[in-house]
């Protein structure tokens, strides 16, 4: 098969496509054909080891993926050959087939695409975390949305609304502004431009009840100071390349509560929060619920799909399509 392959840590230009040996079921494990996979921005730092976990070289990249059940394991029983599944792992998506653990996948949406499917669950899933378990985001509350014409913005655009919540979004550049609106955001702060502290409490009436922050660096803290008392605080990444750090005196005097979101080991620290997470995105999709993909690449074009990203030239997400749909 064919396989997008790093021999050593690096960008995107680091990244080749090669042929590799067809993955084997272990018990309990399954092999999906990737029919479409997901690029997401912690895909980068793993390939250039600055994720929180590395990757043992060399390895596949890419976390998320939609395709089909081709083979099935000892003590497998919940999954079927021909299935049409969607899934995420630490690597390995980037490939035309993937060998998984039959538990980290689960049927793909009725009606859904391949490239929908591999592009909605990592973002989705965080936002859904971010905002429902996390947050207790509340209807009629102010969600401020830092970085929120990328993959993790748009859909936290888009679930926070379908909860009832006010969205004020934060990007950079009017064509990223314009993204936001048109995806629903109640108010648009242009970064580049604007005074991003004094914007949300002026438009909030006070300040946001909630923040969720993908994106790290100085915003961080704007967004921090032009929270109301009690409210929450979600750091969820760190696309800029800089982690924040927060004066914890703006805490004690906002009375304010930080909390994380790190989706690869959410659901093993609050397994029944994460499966009422799961329950609440799987009635939203079903309620035509759709993500923002602004780009569909081949599986050749990966060093393009991954420079995208890199230099955050990216709006919703961007997905590699490795075999067409059936």
Not at 238 to 249: F, M, Q, S, T
Request: hydrophobic share 45%; net charge negative.
């Amino acid at each position: 098969m064919r396989a997008a392959r790093l021999e050593r840590y690096g960008g995107p230009d680091v990244v080749g496509v090669v042929e590799v040996d067809d993955p084997e079921p272990g018990p309990g494990e399954i092999v999906v054909d990737i029919a479409a996979a997901g690029v997401n921005f912690p895909d980068l730092l793993i390939m250039d080891n600055r994720y929180q976990v590395s990757a043992p070289l060399p390895f596949t990249p890419g976390s998320e993926f939609a395709g089909t059940v081709s083979a099935i394991g000892d003590g497998v029983e919940r999954r079927a050959v021909g299935e049409r599944v969607v899934g995420a792992q630490f690597v390995g998506a980037f490939a035309e087939k993937i060998v998984v653990a039959a538990t980290a996948v689960s049927p793909t949406p009725d009606g859904m695409s391949s490239v929908d499917a591999a592009a909605f669950r990592v973002t989705y899933r965080t936002a859904v975390s971010s905002l429902s378990s996390i947050a207790g985001t509340e209807p009629g509350e102010w969600v401020a949305v830092l970085g929120s014409s990328g993959g993790v913005g748009t859909a936290t655009i888009d679930v926070a609304k379908r909860l009832g919540a006010h969205v004020v979004a934060v990007a950079r550049g009017t064509a990223k502004t314009a993204i936001c609106s048109a995806r629903g955001a109640d108010a648009v702060i242009d970064a580049t431009t604007e005074d991003v502290k004094a914007r949300i409490k002026e438009i909030t009436d006070g300040g946001a009840d909630v923040v969720i922050d993908p994106i790290g660096g100085p915003l961080a803290e704007e967004a921090l100071r032009a929270m109301r008392w009690g409210g929450r605080f979600v750091t969820v990444g760190y696309a800029v390349g800089e982690i924040p750090r927060i004066p914890l005196n703006l805490v004690l005097l906002k009375g304010v509560t930080i909390k994380g979101c790190e989706l690869r080991t959410y659901s093993d620290h609050a397994p029944e929060a994460a499966r009422a997470d799961e329950r609440l995105l799987a009635s939203l999709v079903a309620g035509g619920m759709r993500p923002l993909v602004s780009a569909v690449h081949p599986l050749d074009d990966i060093r393009a799909a991954l420079r995208t990203v890199a230099e955050h030239r990216v709006t919703g997400k961007i997905v590699l399509a490795v075999r067409p749909d059936e």
